[in-house]
């Protein structure tokens, strides 16, 4: 039957006894922004999600979990990259599904060196064109560096729009996507912004990317995926590029079918949804949730 805009499932509904289905949303760890000259941005963890009509990287939205009663999921969230490395997935899997796994961010290049392709692509460093290709349904590419007199480093990928060129100034990163899982409008997934020796740096995308500078990039936001962005120098000092946010995960159901039963340190509310009678529970660290 139809309950709460969700299918209560019987034996053999593919979620045993007692099944139900939940909405999900899984955000990798964004990639750091690329580091000592010329660094662009990094790109932010994949984006994949069953709320809604759109996923990352301009996919449809996928399917709702049925989790089954009694049956424990593993939740892992990915941390994001630092100093040059690119993010960590993060995941749900359990015994009787298919494990749902978003790939992290690529970082972001620098000087003479690529971007990396990930859940959204990084940056390219200054002199280097080329997609850095996002990973298809979870985030765009990253943008391209510059290789005129300004230096500059090309914003990173992010789960709604590609990461911006850079000319004079550096790339923009590219905007995240609204996701509304938790009863309110939340922007998660943004790319980092790239620097820019002699211009302008470019901001972080929208849903905590990072923005450039021309000195040691910004940070990804905490548990939105968002890239770091990338780093110049500072009187004359290498910088470090800003490492990746951290991932999120996040599941929705009715009230009358949350279990109560969780590990880790996840916020649970109850009472949400326009009907007020759905739980949400946010997870911003590793743990687990029994059905």
Request: aromatic fraction near 6%.
């Amino acid at each position: 039957m139809t309950q709460f805009g969700y299918r209560t499932l019987g034996f053999g509904s593919g979620g045993g006894a007692g099944g139900y289905e939940v909405e999900w949303l899984v955000i990798a760890g964004g990639g750091a922004g690329g580091a000592a000259l010329h660094g662009a941005g990094g790109g932010a963890g994949g984006l994949r999600t069953s709320y809604g009509s759109t996923s990352g990287g301009g996919a449809s939205n996928q399917a709702n979990l049925s989790l089954s009663a009694a049956t424990s999921y593993t939740i892992t969230v990915g941390p994001g990259g630092t100093s040059n490395a690119s993010g960590n997935a993060s995941s749900i899997s359990g015994s009787d599904i298919t494990a749902i796994t978003t790939v992290g961010g690529g970082h972001g290049g620098k000087e003479g060196g690529d971007g990396v392709s990930g859940g959204s692509g990084g940056g390219q460093g200054y002199e280097n064109t080329g997609t850095v290709n996002g990973t298809a349904g979870e985030g765009y590419a990253g943008g391209d560096g510059y290789a005129g007199p300004h230096h500059s480093g090309g914003g990173g990928g992010g789960a709604a729009a590609v990461g911006g060129n850079s000319a004079s100034v550096g790339g923009v990163g590219g905007a995240g996507l609204a996701v509304s899982i938790t009863a309110s409008s939340v922007t998660y997934a943004g790319g980092g912004g790239g620097s820019s020796y002699a211009g302008t740096p470019g901001g972080g995308g929208a849903g905590g990317g990072g923005a450039g500078s021309n000195g040691g990039g910004a940070a990804g936001a905490a548990n939105t995926g968002g890239g770091g962005g990338g780093s110049e120098r500072s009187a004359g000092t290498p910088k470090d590029g800003g490492n990746g946010g951290t991932g999120i995960v996040i599941l929705r159901m009715p009230d009358a079918n949350y279990s109560g039963t969780t590990t880790g340190s996840p916020t649970v509310a109850t009472g949400q949804g326009a009907g007020s009678d759905e739980t949400v529970i946010t997870f911003n660290d590793d743990g687990s949730y029994t059905g």
